[in-house]
Each structure stands twice: as structure tokens, then as C-alpha cells.
Nanobody
Framework: QVHLVESGGGSVQPGGSLRLSCVAS????????MDWYRQAPGKERERIAR???????EYDDSVKGRFTITKDNAKNTVFLQMNSLKSEDTAVYYC???????????????WGQGTQVTVSS
């Protein structure tokens, strides 16, 4: 069983910064990729950043240049540094992982419970 726990959400004024963290724990043999998704009210969940085991990084255009995804492999932790926040960044942010629980299990995906980010003056 793999568990993802996000932290770091909160309320901030436009132009401010927040840093989200996501710790993966449990039975983890290999992490293929870790992502940050977000879901705003009335909208579909969208992927905004990805970092792979090969250190490949992708960003959605909406956050490119403002958000930075990094990871600490030793701690199975992924971070999302969010700068220059805008009101449209208000959403629930979810951590997502693709990987293998054991060397014999099929690949699977896992989700965190989400953390609220509110950008408002």
C-alpha cells in the first residue's frame, strides 16, 4: 500500500508564494513519475507539473516560469514551489505518483488527499 500526503497549502495574496510538499510512504519499489495536479471549482482536474525518475520535467503553460517542481529521492518527496501566485491558481492541489509497489507488481498510480490553495486579496 502506498500513501501520499500533501502539505503546505494555505491562503496567500496575489503575487505571493507557497511551497507544497508530498511525501510518498509505504511499499514503494520504484517511482516512475510524480506529478502535481490541481482542480478548481467547477473545472476538471489538470496536471500542472511532472518530474520523472530520469529527471525529465514538464509544466503546463499556465504555470511555466512561476512554478518549480523538484524531488528528494532519498525521502520519496516531491515539492512544488509556487511563486507569483494569481487568483486563478486557486484550487485543490493533488500529488500523484506512478510507480511499482514491488518488483513483481504491475505499475499503478496513487493519489494524495489534496491540499487547498487560495489566492485572494
Amino acid at each position: 500500500q502506498v500513501h501520499l500526503v500533501e502539505s503546505g497549502g494555505g491562503s496567500v495574496q496575489p503575487g505571493g508564494s507557497l511551497r507544497l510538499s508530498c511525501v510518498a510512504s509505504g511499499s514503494i519499489f520504484m517511482i516512475v513519475a510524480m506529478d502535481w495536479y490541481r482542480q478548481a471549482p467547477g473545472k476538471e482536474r489538470e496536471r500542472i507539473a511532472r518530474i520523472t525518475s530520469g529527471h525529465s520535467i514538464e509544466y503546463d503553460d499556465s504555470v511555466k516560469g512561476r512554478f518549480t517542481i523538484t524531488k528528494d529521492n532519498a525521502k520519496n518527496t516531491v515539492f512544488l514551489q509556487m511563486n507569483s501566485l494569481k487568483s486563478e491558481d486557486t484550487a485543490v492541489y493533488y500529488c500523484h505518483m506512478m510507480g511499482y509497489a514491488t518488483d513483481r507488481s504491475p505499475g499503478d498510480e496513487y493519489w494524495g488527499q489534496g491540499t487547498q490553495v487560495t489566492v485572494s486579496s
